[in-house]
């Protein structure tokens, strides 16, 4: 997986966000079709597995990694 180091935390005020509307709040990527694409090109990992499911709902201290940045879900 990636180096913890370069992880940024991202607190999302809650217990859970979609994978989708978590690439958008992250800072990630711009707009849903950017996330559709990337999501459906295999570009998303999950805790260091990819993911291509829009929807997934993640939980606090999940990673998601996209083109060598990588943000955790907190609360």
Same mark, same amino acid.
């Given at each position: 997986?990636?180096? $913890? ?7 999302? +005020?809650?217990? /859970?966000? !979609? #994978?989708?509307?978590? *690439?958008?709040?992250? +800072? #990630? *990527?711009? %707009? &849903? ?8 090109? &295999?570009?998303? !990992? =999950?805790? /260091? @597995?990819?993911?291509?499911?829009? +929807?997934?709902? #993640?939980? *606090?201290?999940? =990673? =998601? %990694? #996209? @083109? +060598? !940045? %990588?943000? !955790?879900?907190? $609360?």
């Amino acid at each position: 997986m990636t180096n $913890p180091a370069h992880i940024t935390d991202v607190p999302i +005020g809650g217990e /859970g966000i !979609r #994978l989708g509307q978590f *690439l958008k709040f992250a +800072g #990630l *990527l711009d %707009s &849903g079709g950017d996330v559709k694409a990337a999501i459906a090109d &295999g570009a998303v !990992r =999950v805790n /260091g @597995e990819i993911d291509r499911r829009r +929807g997934r709902q #993640l939980q *606090l201290d999940d =990673v =998601v %990694s #996209l @083109e +060598g !940045r %990588s943000v !955790r879900v907190r $609360p």
